[in-house]
């Protein structure tokens, strides 16, 4: 059985792997056997690809399966209740150590995929379930004017989720035009090219003078922005931080946003019972696109590649699919 191995920083090669073995409901119950298809990249897989974990170096060779979480496939086998073989699941493995062409993980990890979605599209739930669950943190969003704080996948599905929400007026701000090209297609009424730090002046024009009520920072990890969200948001105004800080924050960030009387969000890990599953209904019926965030496709022997691509975003990259060999079985 193949599975991921990073060898060095930016070098992850294919290696053989033991099966994994599913263990007996007396010791382990709760417990399925899932065979991933259909993978995607995430921002968080490539602290793991870089050798940089929020300001840590990290040691290599890191272990087996590291680091894939987005993925729909089928149960195997199970030693629980909750699914049956052969179902078709959207799975989240633990500490995404997910890149196997089989593994286990407890059953209250998966999500039903709903009958009339591609596996493209099942898959984005995950993401998109992340972009619910700080979602559903904020208050009414009808007629409310915001900025997000990057373009790449995650801030193209606020944009997306914002709309569907009936916000006002969705400022994208991202350096990268192509970025910003897929943010009118992806809900957002205006866009500007820059870093948020820069942005101020922009953001003003296009809001009649004024700031925003909230800004979502969705840059996330090394590279993240919450100094330039506090700088756009308005006094009174609410900062969602969704990306991840590295291990300390500039003071004075959190000192000028105390200073506008702002407050502050943070969301993590959503939950498998409720939130999951509705980011799979949204896709389902069609409350929102995500297609347009599909931007490349490789097989898994071009694991390499898909990750290059992903990292430097080229060509435009947002959403890099990887398809492992029990798809084409």
């Not at 915001?146 to 350096?175: E, H, S, T």
């Not at 330039?228 to 003071?251: E, K, Q, W």
Request: aromatic share 6%.
């Amino acid at each position: 059985m193949l599975a991921g191995l990073l060898t060095a920083p930016r070098r992850i090669q294919l290696v053989e792997t033991p099966e994994p073995v599913l263990p007996p409901a007396d010791q382990s119950p709760g417990m399925i056997l899932f065979q991933p298809e259909m993978t995607c990249l995430c921002g968080s897989d490539l602290p793991c690809f870089d050798g940089d974990f929020e300001g840590h170096p990290v040691e290599y060779p890191q272990p087996v399966g590291m680091s894939l979480h987005e993925m729909v496939g089928t149960v195997v086998d199970t030693n629980g209740t909750r699914w049956q073989r052969g179902q078709r699941v959207l799975a989240v493995p633990i500490g995404q150590q997910g890149l196997f062409e089989r593994f286990v993980l407890p059953e209250s990890r998966a999500v039903a995929v709903h009958p009339g979605l591609s596996d493209e599209m099942a898959m984005l739930a995950q993401p998109f379930g992340t972009v619910v669950h700080a979602l559903k943190k904020l208050p009414n969003m009808i007629d409310r004017d915001v900025v997000v704080l990057g373009q790449g996948p995650i801030g193209q599905m606020f944009n997306a989720g914002l709309r569907n929400l009936g916000a006002r007026r969705i400022i994208g701000i991202d350096p990268l035009p192509a970025r910003l090209h897929a943010s009118q297609q992806m809900g957002a009424t205006h866009t500007v090219c820059a870093c948020g730090i820069d942005a101020e002046q922009s953001v003003r024009e296009l809001l009649d003078g004024q700031l925003p009520e909230f800004v979502i920072e969705a840059v996330g990890h090394k590279a993240h922005a919450f100094n330039d969200a506090v700088r756009l948001v308005r006094d009174y105004g609410t900062v969602l931080f969704f990306g991840v800080p590295p291990h300390s924050i500039d003071n004075a960030a959190l000192r000028a946003l105390m200073w506008k009387n702002g407050s502050l969000l943070t969301s993590l890990h959503p939950d498998f019972e409720r939130t999951f599953p509705l980011a799979m209904q949204w896709i389902a019926e069609g409350r929102v696109n995500l297609q347009p965030l599909l931007t490349h496709r490789f097989p898994l022997q071009q694991l390499q590649q898909a990750f290059d691509v992903f990292r430097d975003r080229t060509d435009g990259a947002l959403k890099v699919l990887v398809e492992f060999p029990a798809l084409h079985v």
